[in-house]
């Protein structure tokens, strides 16, 4: 990856931008030029070096490799980015974080969270066929609005065709475990055609994916998630197109939709494993209650783009999205879902669904100010109306009661160039606006869970305690606003040597859904219930940078804290609240690639250390810290080294992956029952470019490790079914022709 800085908002430019100019020669280490790349993420046209906040590119040949080796783009990124968390390998992304909070996804800019009701299916929601780069921003940020705390990783679709007349892509791949188990067998279909006329253009294109039974190192099924739902063991059918027309030589006007859907094929239940004897979650065929874990997104999006209009760069867009998240039912019933006024406690089923609709406007315009060039100013406006709820399918309750959510916010950045660019100065405010409203409801009934007859460790639910209140909970309409502020610092002595320091805040809301559905007691008014005022949080950073010869090194220190921040809470039914406590979370980043004098081979290291903590004292919180940030809401720190080679039609890469060994210590962690023993993952490629098409064969985990995944080493440390390994070897072989 080439690291790059960027002060970004992600204003969906890649809808104006010039389209990014693919290289079908397989690169194995993402070098992409600069003057290829257009950063797309920055609501500026001003170049990378003077603006002081990181943001990393994972270009078009990266990105289709890491995909060949691990299937998503989640994953690809969680592999190439030492600071991301490790993936769960599972739909649900709950609990990956970047630099220790939540990243907000995005697509060309569109948001793909639901800041209401987070159901952490966002990462999965379109195919990575798709997706031209990903653009990746670091630390918190309000510039591009509601959700940036930990960073934003925003996926850049496909450009429009460059060329006159027909264009496209044909993908054909598949995918075995190591030992080429008739369920674990896989495949991939995808196409694209581009057509350009003159000043028109269009794009189509359809992805199909069948994914069998995952398998892991010990040649063990890899267990079953149920409720939160698996990429194993499913069907995805991705569509989508794009329409351009060129109104002048600098204005465009373009059309985009795209709609993703995945569903399990629901042919597995899963058998608790055991963590005393280091025995994983496994899976055995089965049929299991309800509808299988599935999501469908769809989005549409106009944007109108001006490059030259008075002057200045004009960026405009609307969009419309909207996602349905259906969480399926355990074995046994669910014991959080029991009312004894619908059915005997233990005996009724149900499965919940999220169900979010987004509409937002965004709009920029930047220039240098006449008289004085040296100064660049950007003003801004972005809108967003999202309306979301959670509701039980089988039975037509509530869970979380309709959400109404708005925001509006007017920004502007400046950015002023002293000493003939020596040093620059860059800074704004974005003035963000929330309105929430929420109708009266009624918590899920009162009851206990169910009895249990059998000991603890083969129940696939805990029993015996106590769940919601089934209590009358007071609506409201409950405003917040906020100032937000960011700037910095940029000194470049010398071409490809800097140094820069920054400061910025991001502004989210708290996971309301998890929030108003936990309220177990009487006299809740949401107009004055505090859990649910929004996190501000902070990221300052200082970092250096040296881009010469065959070197390409960064180094970045940064530290974060929020005084009402989001904890993800297990409770004894495997369900998490929020608690809202304060959070303290530092780290560094060092990344070095050097070329070495054999033509075409590289070598690179990258490493993340982040230590993060919050105030356990919930009921008096004191602001002091006390408690380590356990695997739920922070990464371990990481080490990855990997050699690549690419000259001529050949391209190779060896990635290893070191997550290190973190004992979880504190005031609220008494036993360190979740600690993490570590694991090592190492990944290969091979590529080959043929007269007709590329070849491809990739290995993740080369040497079969078997290991228990990150999350389920520290999430759940007491939970025999969610007690997960990780993938074993698995190999994918693919075809890619592009015409």
Known sequence: MNRKFALAALACTALSSPAFAQDNAPVADGTESEDTIIVTAARTILPPSALPLTIDIIGKDTLDQQLAISGSVTDAVSNLTPSFSPTRQKLSGAGETLRGRSPLYAINGIPQSTPMRDGSRDGFTIDGFFVDRVELIYGSNALQGIGGTGGIVNQVTVGAPKDEGISGRVLLQGTADDGFSKDGIGGKVGGLFQYKAGRFDATFGAAFEKRGAFYDGEGRRIGINLTQGETQDSKTLSLFARLGYELSPTARLDLTASRFELKGDGDYIALAGSRTLGTPTSAVRGDPPGKSAQNRTESVALSLTDTDLGGGNFVSQIFFNRSRDTFGGEVATQASFQDP???????????????????????????????????????????????????????????????????????????????????????????????????????????????????????????????????????????????????????????????????????????????????????????????????????????????????????????????????LIARPDRIFDVQRQRVEIEGLEVNLRVALPIDGLKLGVGYAHIQGKYDSDSANPDGIVDTDLDGTNISPDRLNLNASYNKGPLSALVQTQFFLKRDFHGKANPDQRNNFGGYTITDASLRYQTGFGVLNLSVQNLFDKFYIDYSSDTRLPTDNLAFFAGRGRTFTLGWDYRF
Do not use: M
């Open 341 to 567: 006024a619908l059915a005997p406690v233990g005996t009724l089923f149900d499965q919940s669904q999220n169900r979010s609709r987004k509409l937002g406007a965004k709009l920029s315009y930047e220039r240098a100010v006449p008289g004085f060039e040296d100064l660049t100013v950007t003003l801004g406006f972005d809108a967003l109306v999202d309306k979301t709820e959670q509701a039980l399918i089988a039975t037509g309750r509530v869970w979380v009661p309709p959400s109404d959510f708005q925001s509006l916010a007017p920004f502007g950045q400046a950015n002023l160039k002293l000493f003939d660019g020596i040093v620059r100065l860059a800074g704004g405010l974005r003035w963000e606006n929330v309105k929430i409203k929420i109708d009266d409801f009624h918590t899920l009934a009162a009851t206990t869970f169910v009895a249990c007859p059998a000991p603890p460790a083969t129940q696939p639910v805990p029993c015996g305690l106590p769940s919601y209140g089934g209590v009358d909970v007071a609506g409201g309409k409950p405003k917040f606003d906020d100032l937000l502020i960011n700037g910095g610092v940029i000194i470049e002595p010398w071409a490809g040597i800097r140094a820069y320091a920054s400061y910025a805040e991001g502004f989210t809301v708290p996971d309301i859904g998890r929030i108003t559905r936990a309220v177990n007691r009487t006299g809740v008014d949401i107009d004055s219930f505090l859990d649910i005022s929004p996190i501000i949080s902070n990221n300052r950073e200082v970092g250096v940078e040296l881009k010469r010869g065959p070197l390409d090194a960064s180094a970045t220190y940064f530290w974060s804290s929020s005084d009402k921040g989001q904890l």
